[in-house]
């Protein structure tokens, strides 16, 4: 496994004289830990994929370095670069047993046979797949293929890292939380560089120590998915992570104070200097707002319906044209249409053209 650095990245399809705001990926440098379990988010589109197949050499960047561990990887074709790569759709050979399946990659760079065996065993015990060893896999599910795919992707110790393309998109909804769970014990067992694409917030979180949020070709935060509950760097991941999403409310904000329709919400920290000329918006997660009888001290909103989900009450209010959503405490009943609204001021954070700004203590 290796440490992989990406320097001054990006990729055109366009070609190299296309604005840089058109790349699939605009310039990007980041360091991927040795050992680390790596999730990179984000929907359709803005760049997962990309961004995966530069490191595995499947694609070509227009501009910048890919290293491992410090060797220069950029012009090497995926094959030299010892890395394993799973897809979203089985890559299996039908006509041999599981165990052949697994043993392939090993077997193709002339492991020794004993080591070949013990290794095998091994993913086939920590993927289930023990009992099938001897079965053609031309008679297995299409889950279960995708377990042999997974297990061929894992069953080399010496890869730099193991890269998965959504690799759960083809398992039966009520597996996957078995094998995302089962992933993450892999990773722990195996000690290996993982990096997993997907669009799905749960699988990230389930998987990653490290999720890595991609938003229209860029990276906009890299953190542990506290990190990104907590502290969304840009109103995207605040946005995107998280259900219901984070809050975002244009504002006014001076100094320790919002406001919203004339109405002062406090801050724990001050914003003396905001960028001029910025778009300021404040964010706040539905779990910080609380809603309570009207009262003139509070910013009012009308009621739309309220959405139980079982852990928490979630009301989805309106200011204005402004929707939100807020927690309803335990035993509290909503009487009438309107309701107030109660922000914790340590949760309140401010976003200037959708960065966060951090405030002075
Ligand atoms: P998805 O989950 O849908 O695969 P993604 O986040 O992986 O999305 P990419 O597949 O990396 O995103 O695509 C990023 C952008 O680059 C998209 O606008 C896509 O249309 C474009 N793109 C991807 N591959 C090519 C290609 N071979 N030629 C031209 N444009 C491409």
Same mark, same amino acid.
């Given at each position: 496994?290796?440490? !992989? ?5 990006? *990729?055109? @399809? ?12 605009k ?10 379990? @790596? ?7 803005c760049g *997962? ?9 499947? &694609? ?17 074709? +995926?094959? *030299?670069?010892?890395? $394993? ?7 299996? @050979? ?21 080591? !070949?065996? $013990?290794? /095998? ?49 083809? !398992? ?16 722990? $067992?195996?000690?290996? +560089? ?13 998987? #990653? ?5 991609m938003h229209d070709g860029r ?17 995207f991941?605040?946005?995107? =992570? ?10 006014? /904000? ?21 960028? #001029?000329?910025?778009? =300021?918006? !404040? ?5 910080? &707002?609380?809603?309570?009888?009207? #009262? ?20 989805? /209010? ?27 001021? #340590? ?15």
């Open positions: 496994m290796a440490r !992989i650095d990406l320097v001054d990245l990006a *990729k055109s @399809y366009g070609g190299n004289d296309a604005p840089v705001e058109s790349y699939a990926l310039p990007l440098s980041m360091t991927w830990r040795q050992g680390g379990a @790596y999730a990179l988010l984000g929907p359709s589109g *997962k994929t990309t961004l995966l197949n530069i490191i595995s050499g499947i &694609v070509a960047p227009s501009r910048g370095k890919v290293l491992f561990d410090g060797a220069d990887m950029t012009v090497l074709p +995926t094959q *030299k670069r010892n890395i $394993a790569q799973v897809f979203q759709f089985p890559v299996i @050979y039908d006509t041999m047993t599981v165990g052949e399946n697994l043993a392939f990659p090993l077997k193709n760079r002339g492991v020794p046979r004993a080591q !070949i065996e $013990a290794r /095998v065993a091994e993913i086939a015990r920590l993927l289930d797949l023990t009992p099938d060893l001897n079965r053609k896999a031309q008679r297995l599910t299409a889950d279960a293929k995708q377990k042999i795919s997974l297990g061929r992707g894992l069953v080399r110790s010496d890869v730099a890292a193991v890269l998965f393309d959504e690799p759960l998109t083809v !398992i039966d909804p009520h597996l996957k939380w078995e094998l995302r769970s089962k992933l993450k014990a892999l990773h722990n $067992a195996l000690d290996l +560089t993982m990096i997993y694409v997907t669009h799905d917030q749960t699988e990230a979180l389930t998987f #990653a120590d490290t999720v890595v949020v990276v906009v935060q890299s953190g542990t998915p506290q990190e990104l509950f907590d502290k969304p760097a840009h109103t991941v605040g946005y995107f =992570i998280g259900s219901p999403g984070m809050n975002i409310l244009p504002a006014q /904000v001076d100094g320790r104070a919002a406001r919203i329709n004339g109405h002062v919400i406090a801050l724990e920290r001050s914003y003396p200097t905001l960028p #001029a000329g910025a778009r =300021i918006e !404040i964010g706040v997660r539905p779990e910080f &707002v609380t809603v309570a009888q009207p #009262a003139s001290e509070l910013l009012s909103a009308q009621v739309e319906r309220v959405d139980d989900l079982g852990r928490a009450r979630f009301a989805r /209010v309106r200011i204005g044209e402004q929707k939100l959503a807020a927690r309803v405490p335990n035993g509290f009943s909503i009487q009438g249409d309107m309701v107030g609204l109660v922000f914790d001021p #340590a949760r309140v954070h401010v976003y200037a053209d959708s960065q966060l700004v951090e405030g002075a203590v």
